[in-house]
């Protein structure tokens, strides 16, 4: 009796995997035929049509005619090849940062129907707040796009800080009064629609393998450059969360003994040297700003300055781009990735990613000799954070739905 439990049970698993694995070839490849996904996966194409069917059935895809390409023999049966079917799922994602609040609607394709941007209050926010701000967020993104919020088979919040994805759980994020709440919990309460919460890096790196350049890479890092140094690991094709959900503080390692003072109370972090607020604490030193001059605009100016060739100011971007690449050089030696991406949605300042930075990574890997890894730029725009809550949401929406299709197959 244990024996057929455990058999069963080994084939759930089998055929989850085998769905999970043909559902990401079909959104990797854009459009592709079942023999080909039996040819790439290793399944068997009767188990690939089963499955496809499935998926089919549960309306994650659909099957479109490819199109005969000139030249072609218009004779035979057409080739059928599958597809996401996009308005099977249409998410809202948004990211809260200090000055305001990015959010759009996707559909499961990443197609974007809409998009927003509002002001945020001041931080840090009370729950109160929290509690009027992201329903008024989802009305207002899900209006841009022309579907009211009851539409949206879920909504993703990406956050700076600790969060423990899994649960929705806020360990610590800098935006909010209160701290370790479940902010999930909180907004399934007043909203219709499944809510998830991810860290804003991670939620990046979803995006990177839906729709970004990490499709079809199963080992690759995300590194995001703006608003302090955010990282994503993808490994085999899976967000990598460390045991409880904190992993990949990648701003927070370390990059000289006794360094300079972080945020986080340490010394000696990446981010004490390469964030904006670290640059500026720098400049503040020898600069003087026109009163009302935004840390946005200081910014600018000293970069500006350093181009003009001003010692200081060149000094500071050339300081943190040494450390910003000794950072590198520990993840690519740590591990061994296919690809680093380097996400941002502006990137104007390009001494973080200049080949100047990639010659120091690569004089420090221990790879010489070997396959080293692509480093790519990756320029989204201004919506990317919001996009990386929206795969999120998408990711966990495709999770459930194909859970729910092994569990019916299971009672019947
Ligand atoms: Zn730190």
Redesign the pocket.
């Known amino acids: 009796m244990r024996n057929s439990i455990k058999k069963t049970s080994q084939i759930t698993e089998q055929r989850s995997q085998g769905r999970n694995l043909v559902f990401s070839h079909i959104r990797n490849n854009f459009q592709v035929a079942r023999i080909d996904i039996a040819n790439a996966t290793g399944m068997s194409p009767a188990t690939v049509t089963s499955i496809t069917a499935e998926l089919i059935a549960a309306g994650l895809i659909e099957e479109v005619q490819r199109e005969v390409e000139p030249g072609q023999s218009k004779r035979g049966r057409p080739r059928v090849d599958l597809k996401l079917r996009g308005e099977s799922h249409i998410v809202a994602g948004m990211k809260l940062t200090g000055r305001s609040i990015s959010a759009v609607v996707l559909d499961l394709e990443g197609k974007q129907l809409g998009k927003a941007k509002v002001p945020m209050p001041r931080p840090p926010i009370d729950r109160t707040a929290l509690c009027k701000l992201i329903p008024q967020v989802v009305e207002t993104v899900s209006a841009s796009a022309g579907v009211k919020p009851e539409d949206l088979s879920a909504v993703g919040i990406g956050l700076p800080g600790t969060i423990q994805a899994t649960e929705g759980f806020v360990d610590w994020c800098p935006l909010f009064q209160e701290q370790e709440f479940n902010l999930k919990q909180l907004m399934e309460e007043i909203m219709p629609m499944p809510v998830f919460v991810e860290n804003d890096a991670n939620a990046v790196a979803i995006a990177e393998l839906w729709f970004g350049f990490g499709r079809d890479v199963p080992d690759f890092l995300v590194v995001t450059i703006e608003q302090g140094v955010g990282l994503g690991i993808v490994l085999d094709g899976e967000i990598f969360r460390g045991t409880q959900g904190f992993g990949a503080e990648f ?2 390692t370390k990059v000289q003994s006794e360094g300079a003072l ?3 109370g ?1 010394r000696g ?1 990446l ?2 040297y390469v964030a904006d607020y670290a640059l500026l604490r720098e400049a503040n030193l020898f600069k003087h700003w026109e009163e009302g001059t935004s840390e946005e605009d200081r910014l600018v100016q000293l970069f500006a300055a350093a181009k003009e060739g001003d010692r200081m100011a060149k000094s500071i971007f050339d300081r943190a781009s040494r450390m910003f690449s000794m950072g590198l050089a520990n993840l690519v030696n740590l591990f061994d990735p296919a690809m680093v991406i380097l996400s941002g949605e502006q990137m104007q300042f390009d001494y973080l990613y200049a080949q100047q930075v990639f010659d120091m990574v690569r004089s420090s890997t221990i790879l010489k000799g070997h396959h080293e890894p692509e480093i790519r730029i990756h320029k989204w725009g201004d919506m990317m954070w919001a996009k990386g809550a929206a795969a999120f949401a998408l990711e966990e929406v495709v999770r459930i739905s194909l859970d729910q299709l092994g569990s019916a197959e299971t009672s019947a």
């Open positions: 701003g927070h972080c945020r986080c340490q972090c981010e004490a």
